[in-house]
């Protein structure tokens, strides 16, 4: 692939064929963050979200989730937190790559929200869900204005 040259935009060069191409869209994916990049530096000081590392090498990979893509902690706030972030999740799931992925890791999410939301109390783990305390606010102020 030549990107300099007399032509604007791209050339391919394949088996001694030449393509020139005036949009060229490099579409080549994220690499792998460390959980040092993580923009959120609390979490990781309490604990919440945590290094990924391989056991062989000593490498990081991104941060770890587990299979609902909640951070792999034993404190219970972890169950209120989601990360989808292909940068920090690729490390443990190569395979995770473009919108397929992310319909599917979205679909899990959803679930996981659904759920909660429907959980007497709307609580999971012993941990209260913001969101559901979102639904129930607007559920009491739904039945609040319903009354007058």
Not at 47 to 71: L, N, R, T, W
Request: proline share 5%; glycine share 10%; hydrophobic share 40%.
């Amino acid at each position: 692939m030549e990107t300099h040259g007399v032509d604007p935009a791209v050339n391919v060069v394949i088996n001694g064929g030449r393509r020139h191409y005036n949009v060229f869209i490099g579409a080549t994916g994220q690499r792998s963050q460390e959980a040092d990049d993580f923009p959120f530096p609390a979490l990781i000081e309490q604990g919440i979200v945590m290094d990924a590392q391989d056991a062989d090498e000593g490498a990081s990979k991104g941060i770890s989730v587990a299979e609902a893509f909640h951070p792999a902690s034993p404190d219970p706030r972890a169950q209120r937190l989601f990360c989808l972030s292909f940068p920090f999740i690729l490390g443990r799931h190569p395979s995770v790559q473009g919108i397929t992925s992310s319909h599917e890791m979205g679909g899990i999410v959803g679930e996981e929200l659904a759920r909660a939301s429907h959980t007497l109390g709307c609580y999971r783990n012993g941990a209260t869900t913001e969101v559901c305390l979102s639904l129930h606010i607007a559920k009491v102020r739904e039945n609040e204005n319903a009354a007058l």
